[in-house]
């Protein structure tokens, strides 16, 4: 409890950061649909960056204390789409590359932080100490919702991209099972079992956005 009181400057802006990244997700997921052919997203109000139609409050309480989470899944129905196998898979794409190009924009911001020069701590070495804390918090944060998103778990992203070279009837039929599945998913989460994955799989995306912004500044 100390230690997150004392982290907590650090702990608020890594939820503002989260609930930024996840809305940007999932309006991905809502916009790319609705361009394919799919107003559901649209009609339940969910095409929007408002994180409040996104919210999930046991989700936001689970990034606190694991630094993994999601949002409230947009709604999207595969049968308005021409394709719905493509449709679903497009549409899941567009949540963790949406995520990758957040921190990779972010990164940018961070390094150009980083760079200006101060001679004392005034007020605005701090508010650009925020702001970098901010933008670190946004690389790290896109960073693990692009690549935990891609585990092919349903309801995951990833099980909609991976599981899509099933035949259509046991595709669609898995995909039945998704909130099933999403406790399946918790339970992974929490005892740990893809941690390594994970983690290093964030730490090698970090990296990949460093040297980009490295090399182009």
């Known amino acids: 409890m100390l230690d997150f009181l004392n982290n907590l400057p650090v702990t608020l802006i890594g939820i503002v950061a989260f609930l930024f990244s996840i809305s940007c997700h999932e309006f991905a997921h809502g916009y790319v649909a609705y361009r394919m052919g799919d107003n559901t997203a ?7 960056l408002n994180p409040i139609k996104h919210f999930d ?59 200006i020069p101060f001679s004392a701590e005034n007020i605005w070495y701090h508010i650009t100490w925020y702001l970098a804390l901010f933008s670190w918090q946004m690389i790290t944060v896109n960073a693990m919702l692009a690549v935990f998103n891609l585990f092919p778990i349903p309801p995951l992203d990833g099980s909609k991209i991976f599981l899509a ?23 992974i989460v929490y005892t740990g079992v893809l941690d390594n994955f994970i983690f290093t799989g964030v730490d090698k995306l970090v990296e990949i956005i460093q040297k980009i912004v490295g090399v182009i500044l």
């Open 42 to 48: 649209k009609i339940n109000g969910r095409l929007t």
């Open 57 to 115: 409050l046991f989700a936001v309480a689970f990034f606190v204390i694991f630094r993994f989470g999601w949002a409230k899944g947009v709604p999207i129905n595969p049968n308005n789409f021409e394709n719905p196998k493509h449709g679903m898979v497009y549409s899941a794409l567009a949540g963790p590359v949406t995520n990758f190009i957040l921190a990779l924009v972010f990164g940018f911001v961070y390094a150009l932080l980083c760079m």
């Open 165 to 187: 070279v099933l035949p259509e009837y046991w595709y669609f039929k898995i995909l039945d099972y998704d909130r099933f599945m999403m406790i399946v998913s918790l339970i």
